[in-house]
């Protein structure tokens, strides 16, 4: 399992408008979202993924809080993002890793 990457305060005052960015986009584009099948289990399933995904976002925040990118944070909610058929979005989320280089 991948570790937190530490990110330095100067790193982080530098990038957090764009950090901040793709998160809020994230949670903005998740909560649009709707089943994409129609009955009480697709939309059950869909709230539990929505729910992840901004999950996953809160920690990453929390983590960015904290000088770190929250690899639990990233998992979350790239694997929700995958299971809302929002592939684009997962990729944005796994390049936060790289954030403020190596």
Do not use: Y
């Not at 399992?1 to 901040?20: E, I, W, Y």
């Amino acid at each position: 399992m991948t570790q937190d990457k530490n990110v330095s305060p100067d790193d982080r005052a530098r990038l957090d408008q764009v950090f901040m960015q793709v998160v809020l986009d994230v949670q903005a584009q998740v909560q649009q979202t709707r089943p994409e099948q129609p009955g009480n289990l697709a939309a059950m399933f869909h709230k539990e993924s929505v729910a992840e995904a901004l999950q996953g976002c809160a920690m990453l925040i929390a983590g960015w809080n904290q000088n770190r990118v929250d690899e639990a944070g990233v998992q979350r909610s790239t694997k929700a993002l995958r299971s809302l058929g929002l592939g684009d979005l997962a990729g944005r989320v796994e390049n936060l890793r790289r954030i403020g280089g190596e």
